[in-house]
């Protein structure tokens, strides 16, 4: 276990449902991200929240809208999605400030969109 | 920019056998560079990284990379493959000055390793 969950693991919905991805980390790391993993692509950095600020890829779709309450917790909600949406979305955290920098990934929510 | 290249799609190496996974890397500043391993239905587990000092860096299961800063290169090397190493590999790489995506990590596109008994 790296000591970051993420639920659910598997999803699948349609393309007008709304759905939200949950991600937690006990690390006690002050930056958490999202990527989006594609079959034979590489890891697309989606969003990132470090140190309570927002940094967004300008190639995201507005259908995906993360959501940091606060340093341990981080969600995407989803809506009005695609096909080609259907991915392994992954959660990882960091702490910045500090001699480490490598990130601490969950396990992903393998998400289908029928 | 940062950016990192895998330039193999797949390696394939008996088992016993020394391995070696290519990465190499281009960013302005000094590089952090970093190796992560994906099992399948997994997420990214983090193996090893470089931010100063020496050049060989050991890192988890045996794993051990190799920076060279003249040939750009961050090659993952392990001296004796196991079945079990076979997995997805990802070499990563950040600047060390804050860019416009924060602190966040450049992934290469991965190397499948198959190792065979």
């Known amino acids: 276990e790296t000591g970051v969950t993420q639920t659910p693991r598997h999803l ?50 507005s259908r995906f809208s993360p959501e940091c309450p ?44 029928t | 920019a940062q950016s990192v290249a895998q330039p193999e799609d797949q390696v394939n190496v008996a088992e016993g056998n020394p391995l070696t996974v290519k990465c190499t890397y281009s960013v302005s500043g000094n590089p952090y560079l970093f190796w992560y391993v994906q099992y399948p239905n997994r997420g990214l587990q983090f193996l090893l990284k470089y931010i100063t000092g020496d050049n060989l860096v050991k890192g988890s299961y045996g794993f051990e990379a190799e920076f060279n800063k003249s040939q750009t290169s961050f090659h993952l090397k392990k001296p004796s493959a196991l079945v079990s190493d076979s997995a997805l590999y990802f070499c990563a790489v950040r600047d060390n000055q804050r860019s416009n995506s924060g602190y966040a990590l450049n992934f290469g596109k991965g190397t499948s390793l198959l190792v065979t008994p």
């Open chain 1, 12 to 61: 699948v919905m349609g393309m007008t449902n709304k759905k939200s991805l949950k991600c937690e980390q006990h690390l006690g790391h002050n930056a958490m991200y999202w990527y989006k993993q594609s079959a034979k692509k590489p890891l697309e950095l989606m969003f990132v929240y470090s140190l309570e600020e927002r940094v967004e890829n300008n190639s995201v779709p």
């Open chain 1, 70 to 113: 606060n340093s341990s917790h981080l969600f995407l909600h989803l809506h009005t999605l695609q096909p080609e949406d259907s991915a392994l979305y992954l959660c990882a955290s960091s702490q910045e400030r500090g001699m480490t920098y490598e990130q601490y990934f969950g396990p992903g929510t393998r998400l289908t969109v």
